[in-house]
C-alpha cells in the first residue's frame, strides 16, 4: 500500500511541475540552473523529495514563481 504524500508536499510538487511546464522549460533546463540532477527535480515534482530552501528560492526566481505559492490560503479561523 502506498502512503499518501503529506498535504504540503503533494502541492509543492504540483506547483513545481505546473510552473516548469507554464514557462516552457524542460526538467534539464531548470535542475542545470538551480543545481541539481534532473532525476532530483523529477523526484521534487513528484513529491518524492523536497527542495532545499535554496533549491526552492531558485526554483521560483527562475519560473517567476511566488515562493509562498503551494502554501493554502490562512482560513478566518487562523487570523484569530
Same mark, same amino acid.
Given at each position: 500500500?502506498?502512503r &499518501?504524500?503529506?498535504?504540503l508536499?503533494?502541492?509543492?510538487?504540483k506547483v513545481?511541475?505546473? =510552473?516548469r511546464?507554464?514557462m516552457g *522549460?524542460?526538467q534539464?533546463?531548470?535542475a542545470?540552473h538551480?543545481?541539481?540532477? &534532473?532525476?532530483?527535480?523529477s523526484?521534487?515534482?513528484?513529491g518524492?523529495l523536497?527542495p532545499? =530552501?535554496?533549491?526552492?528560492?531558485e *526554483?521560483?526566481r527562475?519560473?517567476?514563481?511566488?515562493?509562498?505559492?503551494f502554501?493554502?490560503?490562512?482560513?478566518?479561523k487562523?487570523?484569530?
Amino acid at each position: 500500500m502506498r502512503r &499518501q504524500k503529506p498535504v504540503l508536499v503533494a502541492s509543492l510538487a504540483k506547483v513545481m511541475h505546473e =510552473a516548469r511546464k507554464t514557462m516552457g *522549460f524542460t526538467q534539464s533546463f531548470v535542475a542545470t540552473h538551480i543545481g541539481i540532477s &534532473q532525476g532530483a527535480l523529477s523526484k521534487m515534482e513528484r513529491g518524492l523529495l523536497v527542495p532545499s =530552501a535554496i533549491q526552492w528560492v531558485e *526554483f521560483c526566481r527562475l519560473t517567476k514563481t511566488r515562493v509562498d505559492s503551494f502554501m493554502p490560503a490562512p482560513s478566518a479561523k487562523e487570523g484569530n
